[in-house]
């Protein structure tokens, strides 16, 4: 088996260590056998159905963001990832990524930045700095029952995602939206509301960063299982790996942070 | 001289015997942090009877940089004063104006040498009006304390905006963001970089063609983990320091010495006697003649740089020790282990001793799992003292440390404990 995994604005959206979960999706598909190849989408390239079978886009500066919400719309790349999405490919969207797949863009200044629509969420800039380490719990049902091995009780909280968040913007979800789950420590989406992300079909949006799926290793499973799924058209179960060290550093973490 | 000013300085000398005599953490930041508090304007006022100063700020090298400088000037004989000890803050000048300071003028001193972080460079500089500033690089470092890349040379651009155009400025030419400054700056921008160099994570100045840079290093031979040789204006030099990205710390020491007068001859003596910065490649005498070598990581191109540097160097009998922690100081957000290329560490296939250490010494074993190793070669124990004594315990090659800022500093005691080496304050400046 084989998968591609498509990094968007690699160039331009990398800069918070996201890179780590490029890496452990890697990692943990050839580990098992499957071969991974990784794809740099970038301003002015193109991209079609069925290219990409696992969608990752991390991050950026607010200049870079600005570029990319441009190329988003102009190159029609932004239609393909949101079809595709529909079409049950994985995507995992990380800050400003997460903010781009949204509506819209609300800047202090000027016009609403369009987004690509994805997320049935928006983002208005705020001049909160949302800093600082974050644990929430698991929310969404069909995500809870793809990870049952989770439940597990050696954990300090069962079904919980640990990582690092920094932004200014705050989400609001939409009418309907499901979050990607409920924050125990940290702000999330707003700090108001308590809720953390977004999931749609496939498609995680979230601020945490971390690197994220190193330490939740069984997030990057559940978009590997996907990823294959949607591309070969069955169920697929996937080889269970020696998880010690990633449940080690997810505990350190959580009981540092919650 | 008011009395607010002159209790804020005896303030400042009682916190610093204090901390001296507890031995509590060398005590560089508390006597400023508190005399600021009782006199704000004291580093404006102290700072501006000194005839010279020099601001250094980066990402990188700022401490290497400064002492390389202190030591050129001290070899033409003139008198310095800097804020040793990395506490690059306005509380570290205002503490070490005020343990200098003979509560009246500083008239033994010719030189102030600041070395300031991203931040406390724009609130620093209105203050204290230097006659020269330095920008080494930038690179992303602490993103929950200095904010992006493009933020932090937008808010250099606007203080440089606002300075004198008679000061002068020396950057980095091959950083294309340094670059950028020049637009904000009225006056002369002088250039320094290395021929055929690329640093990872640098953005690299594309357009620089050859010979635009005012000072260039050219025929960079590293050897081993001592020293590094090059060329400077057709003059031989040699730094005792390993690694390229060092060369840029000298050239910047280079510029500004030359700048200030020191002739050729007091720079090479300068650095013939140059001794590395505490944990910047400091070397270690351990016991039964082993040797130690201390590398401080806190950013990933820094990072990536010590790696590349040791890559080649480690031999299976070596050990290496990293500690990772997540306090202010180190940066609270440890995702940059990830944009780090633990990757490139070439020694994967041997059977090396890792041991990782720190808050997060989990963390750091996971990032080496995914850059490729063994998971049962890695050694996890949190406690530095413990990890530290089993990382010398029948060492039979040498010793990697590469700790962050605050593991460092606790590893520098545990040194002085161990009778291995001084306390860093102790040590002659």
Not at chain 1, 182 to 205: F, L, P, Q, R, Y
Not at chain 2, 21 to 43: D, H, M, R, T, W
Not at chain 2, 128 to 157: A, C, M, S
Request: with cysteine.
């Amino acid at each position: 088996m084989k998968i591609t995994l498509g990094y968007l604005y690699s160039d331009l959206m990398n800069i918070y260590g996201d890179t780590g979960n490029i890496i452990t999706l890697t990692k943990r598909a050839q580990w098992r056998g499957i071969e991974v190849e990784i794809r740099h989408i970038s301003v002015g390239d193109k991209l079609k159905k069925g290219d990409v079978d696992i969608f990752f886009f991390g991050g950026g500066q607010d200049q870079a963001q600005e570029l990319v919400a441009k190329d988003l719309g102009q190159s029609g790349k932004g239609k393909v990832i949101k079809e595709e999405a529909e079409r049950g490919v994985p995507l995992l969207a990380i800050c400003g990524g997460y903010q781009l797949l949204g509506d819209y863009y609300q800047p202090h200044e000027g016009p609403k930045l369009p987004g690509v629509g994805l997320f049935p969420a928006y983002t208005k800039a705020s001049f909160d700095r949302m800093i600082g380490n974050i644990v929430i719990r698991i929310q969404s049902a069909e995500f809870r029952m793809q990870n049952e091995e989770i439940h597990n009780s050696k954990f300090l909280i069962p079904n919980s995602l640990v990582g690092f968040e920094n932004h200014s913007g705050k989400t609001y979800l939409k009418d309907g939206a499901k979050p990607l789950g409920t924050v125990v420590k940290g702000h999330g989406n707003n700090g108001e509301d308590k809720s953390e992300g977004c999931i749609h079909k496939n498609a995680v949006g979230t601020y945490m960063h971390g690197s994220l799926l190193p330490k939740n290793p069984k997030l990057a499973d559940w978009l590997l299982k996907k990823a294959l799924e949607v591309k070969y058209g069955k169920e697929i179960k996937l080889e269970p790996l020696d998880d010690t060290l990633e449940n080690q550093a997810h505990q350190a973490a959580v009981s540092r942070f919650s | 001289m008011n009395l607010k000013k002159t209790a804020a300085i005896t303030l400042g000398k009682t916190i610093h015997k204090t901390t001296q005599v507890l031995k509590i953490g060398g005590g560089s930041a508390a006597p400023g942090y508190y005399a600021l508090k009782l006199y704000p304007n004291l580093v404006a006022e102290l700072g501006r009877q000194i005839p010279k100063t020099v601001v250094i700020t980066g990402t990188n090298g700022k401490t290497t940089t400064s002492r390389m400088l202190a030591q050129f000037a001290g070899a033409q004989g003139i008198k310095v004063i800097r804020n040793e000890t990395g506490s690059n803050l306005e509380r570290g000048i205002a503490s070490s104006l005020i343990h200098n300071s003979k509560f009246i003028i500083h008239n033994s001193v010719d030189l102030a040498i600041w070395e300031l972080d991203e931040a406390a460079f724009n609130i620093v500089v209105p203050k204290i009006n230097p006659d020269i500033i330095v920008f080494l690089n930038v690179f992303r470092d602490q993103l929950d304390r200095y904010g992006e890349v493009d933020t932090i040379v937008k808010k250099w651009g606007k203080t440089l905006s606002q300075v004198n155009p008679s000061v002068k400025i020396f950057l980095n030419g091959d950083d294309e963001n340094l670059l950028e400054l020049q637009k904000s700056f009225k006056g002369e921008v002088k250039t320094f970089g290395v021929t055929d160099y690329k640093i990872a994570g640098e953005k690299r100045a594309q357009l620089r063609k050859k010979n635009d840079l005012d000072l260039e290093a050219t025929n960079i031979q590293p050897q081993g983990l001592d020293i590094t040789k090059f060329k400077v204006k057709n003059q031989n030099f040699t730094l005792p320091l390993p690694g390229t990205y060092h060369i840029y710390d000298f050239l910047a020491a280079f510029a500004v010495a030359s700048e200030l007068g020191v002739s050729l001859g007091n720079i090479k003596s300068g650095l013939e006697s140059f001794s590395p910065a505490f944990g910047r490649v400091e070397k270690l005498n351990l016991k039964d003649n082993k040797e130690g070598y201390i590398f401080l990581i806190k950013n990933p191109t820094g990072a990536t740089q010590v790696i590349r540097t040791i890559q080649d160097q480690i031999k299976p009998e070596d050990r290496l020790l990293l500690a990772l922690n997540d306090n202010l100081a180190d940066g609270t957000d440890v995702s940059w282990i990830w944009d780090t290329n633990f990757e490139d560490l070439g020694f994967r296939n041997i059977d090396l001793r890792i041991i990782c250490s720190g808050i997060r010494a989990e963390d750091l074993a996971l990032r080496l799992k995914y850059a490729g190793f063994d998971p049962k070669t890695l050694e996890t124990e949190k406690d530095l003292q413990v990890a530290f004594h089993a990382s010398v315990k029948g060492l039979e090659g040498r010793l990697f440390i590469l700790p962050t800022y605050t593991a460092l500093l606790k590893l520098q005691s545990i040194l002085a404990k161990s009778g291995i080496k001084q306390y860093y304050w102790k040590e002659e400046k």
